[in-house]
């Protein structure tokens, strides 16, 4: 690389050294409670959950510090000094590669990964408590959002409640499912100003934690419920130089699943059943199933609480838009008032709570175009050689020995997508805002 | 430079000089993007492609634009180096199209879509010459993007219209 941004080596430690590196501190700068989902499933904690949580951990936590430099490019050079238990583990060829390629290949970014012994006091192994394992069969990582409400329905449908566990990541609350096996792993940052807004590795901490989940319950799979304009939509439609978004793209969860089944030293299995769906498409089997009731409780919005308005969602990002189509397309309706913009309005104007109607922001409008040209471009490639193209490089990442399947698999879910994106432009009054910004598209 | 120059109707109006501009700007991404070693592999595998495939490329590639590159090569159509780099120029310049689009639509500028076009044609345009300077290891050509007084910004030099 010529100009590659290049960072300074970040030690993560167990207590604050002095040094000129800098330093951040399990406990105190990077905050996880990983022993919660041992603790829950009433079995052993073992040092390698332990060691996989602050690795993702870490790696989250640099990949939000270390701002990029865009002039130079997207690629950024990242080292990262993580402390683990099981040294032997971590220092296996196999692992590192698999590590760092799965790394690299969600992220853009060239990652060197020392792993160094960890001081303090493993986690105490304990004899298996004689209880029966739960009989759990799906873990699913539940973000609040409509796709992972969908998958948790679907596979309660499937298996029954009891075998179905949700792994949430956060300081939230919980309001969805309270009948359900439920677990929430705390995490928080804090120390430095968390200023670099790709936050790419997003995924990893909330993969792995699900992934511990199912190997402590002995589950048989790892469900992620992403749909695949989700999943394939960002990564065919990069953004001028950006790195291609695969938060879920199955090319990702593979390597993913890889590494951590070398770490786990057991084979952990992701499923994916809804990744060749449009998200109207899953809704609408959830609407046949009788399954609906509570999706508009789920949050699809991407932007703070604080900029929604008071309401729900602000109603233009990327996720409220594709919300508002998918559930048109099941002919599903969202509450009045549910959303800070109305998307079917003649102008982009918000109705705030305190009665008080605002002009949109250029920064909601720069947002809103973004999602819709998302949504347009995306819907354009169902019948370009752009679109042909693009169908066959990212069909060889789904599975490079036998693309064709995937490629007509990907073909079939751009034409559907561009069904429920031109049902829904069609809805909309002819002189609406967004049919202004369509128009330029 | 290349965005800014084609949301001026004067320029627009010079599509040669837009072409060029693309060849710089794609260019000074390669610089960028496209380390000595990868390149290298590139020269090996065009000279000698059943002794350096694309395996060897796609474990060279680390940025955006090598990986790019790389999965031209490994379609498995024997794509040369010449028309993966074009390929991927192509799609860079499409990358920076939509990104322009965005942000002239979210401004509400008057050029929100002819610019973006322009760009997207120039840089289709220049892709191959920018592709076949990096292999030769030439640099893009100066260029002052600046308006001289004998430029005819019009471009009714060939007796056509006004646009």
């Known amino acids: 690389m010529n100009a590659l941004t290049p960072m300074r080596l970040l030690r993560v430690a167990e207590d604050a050294p002095s040094g000129a590196d800098p330093v951040a501190v399990l406990g105190r700068d990077i905050r996880t409670a990983s022993e919660r989902i041992a603790r829950y499933c009433v079995t052993q904690h073992e040092p390698i959950y332990e060691d996989l949580a602050t690795l993702v951990e870490s790696m989250a936590y640099l990949d939000r510090q270390a701002v990029r430099r865009r002039s130079n490019g997207w690629t950024r050079d990242l080292t990262i000094e993580v402390p683990v238990y099981e040294l032997g583990q971590f220092v296996k060829p196999a692992i590192g590669q698999a590590l760092v390629d799965a790394a690299w290949f969600l992220t853009g970014d060239r990652w060197r990964i020392d792993f160094v012994a960890r001081k303090g006091r493993p986690p105490v192994r304990q004899g298996a408590l004689a209880l029966p394992p739960a009989p759990i069969k799906h873990v699913v990582p539940f973000s609040d959002g409509l796709d992972s409400f969908a998958q948790v329905q679907l596979s309660v449908r499937e298996h029954g409640q009891d075998a179905v566990m949700l792994v949430r990541a956060g300081l939230g609350r ?44 002995q589950a048989e799979a790892v469900v992620i419920g992403e749909n695949g304009q989700g999943a394939f939509g960002p990564a065919c439609l990069p953004f001028a130089d950006e790195w291609w978004f695969r938060s879920a793209h199955p090319g990702f969860v593979r390597r993913w699943a890889k590494f951590l089944g070398l770490a ?69 309706s969202l509450p009045p008032g549910h959303n800070a913009f109305d998307v079917h309005a003649l102008e982009d104007r918000v109705q705030a709570q305190d009665g008080q109607e605002k ?72 002189r609406s805002w967004v049919h202004e910004i369509v128009g330029q598209l | 430079m ?18 060029r501009q693309a060849v710089a700007a794609l260019v000074s991404d390669a610089g960028r993007e496209i380390s000595p070693v990868f390149l290298r592999r590139l020269r090996e595998h065009d000279s000698a492609p059943r002794l350096f495939g694309a395996g060897e490329i796609a474990a060279a590639a680390q940025s955006g634009l090598e990986t ?15 028309d993966a780099l074009r390929d991927a120029f192509r799609r860079r310049g499409e990358g920076y199209a939509l990104e322009q689009k965005c942000q002239l639509i979210a401004d509400r500028h008057p050029a929100a879509t002819l610019a973006p076009q322009s760009v997207k044609a120039a840089c289709d345009e220049g892709a191959l010459i920018a592709a076949t300077l990096i292999l030769s290891g030439q640099a893009a050509p100066r260029i002052n993007p600046r308006v001289r007084l004998n430029d005819d910004l019009l471009g009714h030099r060939n007796g056509e219209a006004a646009p």
């Not at chain 1, 997508?417 to 069609?426: K, T």
Request: proline share 5%; net charge positive.
């Open chain 1, 264 to 332: 786990l030293e057991r084979s952990i299995r992701f499923e994916q059943p809804q990744l060749w769906k449009t998200k109207g498409e899953v809704l609408s089997v959830l609407q046949e199933a009788g399954l609906i009731t509570g999706w508009e409780q789920t949050n699809s919005c991407a932007t703070r609480p604080n900029d929604r308005h008071g309401r729900h969602g602000c109603g233009v990002c990327g996720g409220c838009l594709l919300r508002t189509v998918s559930a048109h397309a099941a002919g599903l």
């Open chain 2, 2 to 19: 290349l965005c800014r120059m084609a949301e001026r109707e004067a320029d627009r109006a010079q599509p040669e000089r837009l072409r």
């Open chain 1, 359 to 430: 002009q949109m922001t250029p920064g909601e409008r720069a947002v809103a175009v973004r999602a819709i040209a998302a949504m347009a471009e995306f819907a354009r490639l169902a019948d370009s050689p752009a679109g042909a193209s693009a169908a066959g490089r990212e069909a060889r990442l789904v599975d490079w020995a036998n693309p064709e399947v995937a490629q007509a698999l990907l073909l079939r879910l751009l034409q559907q997508h561009r069904s429920e994106w031109d049902g829904f432009l069609s809805s909309l009054p002819s």
């Open chain 2, 68 to 82: 790019d590159i790389a999965r031209n090569i490994s379609s498995g159509r024997g794509v040369d180096s010449t």
């Open chain 1, 174 to 217: 919980d309001r969805a499912f309270p009948k359900l096996a439920s677990l929430r792993v705390p995490r928080k940052f804090s120390g430095v100003r968390l200023r670099e807004t790709t936050y790419r590795t997003r995924p990893l901490v909330f993969y792995t934690l699900a992934a511990v989940g199912a190997v402590v319950t």
